[in-house]
């Protein structure tokens, strides 16, 4: 539960796709990742929500995580820790946007998703950049 504790710290605080969140905590397996978002959420750190796509019958899993825990994550994690997690979750980031064509309405909803994630990430990195304290 700790590594996506430390991945959704540098994503925004809303409707964190949980896929993603687990691809940035290395968490190949579905089920350990839906393990690890329930007990967060019984520890009261962070709200699961459902959202059914629009096309197909598939159900995608949102984590909303306060700003507050989020800071605090952040600050155990460390320098080092947090390169680290900002590393990870660029990478899912873009995996979960890969095969993104502006002309495929198609493929819209899967950028949509991770957007605000995105911005996030790169805002930390420039803060961290600022103080001197990252350099990826």
Do not use: F, K, M
């Not at 909803?109 to 911005?119: E, I, N």
């Amino acid at each position: 539960a700790r590594a996506l504790l430390d991945a959704l710290s540098v994503l925004a605080p809303e409707r964190a796709p949980l896929s993603v969140a687990a691809e940035a905590a290395g968490l190949a397996a579905a089920e350990a990742a839906e393990a690890a978002a329930l007990a967060l959420a019984r520890a009261g750190l962070v709200s699961l929500s459902q959202q059914q796509e629009q096309e197909g019958d598939t159900t995608t899993t949102l984590v909303d995580t306060h700003r507050l825990v989020q800071g605090h994550a952040r600050a155990a994690l460390g320098a080092q820790g947090l390169r680290a997690a900002l590393s990870r979750a660029v990478a899912a980031l873009l995996a979960a946007s890969a095969g993104y064509d502006d002309q495929q309405h198609r493929t819209w909803p899967a950028v949509r998703a991770v957007a605000a994630h995105a911005d996030r990430a790169t805002e930390l990195i420039a803060a961290e950049e600022e103080r001197g304290g990252l350099a990826i």
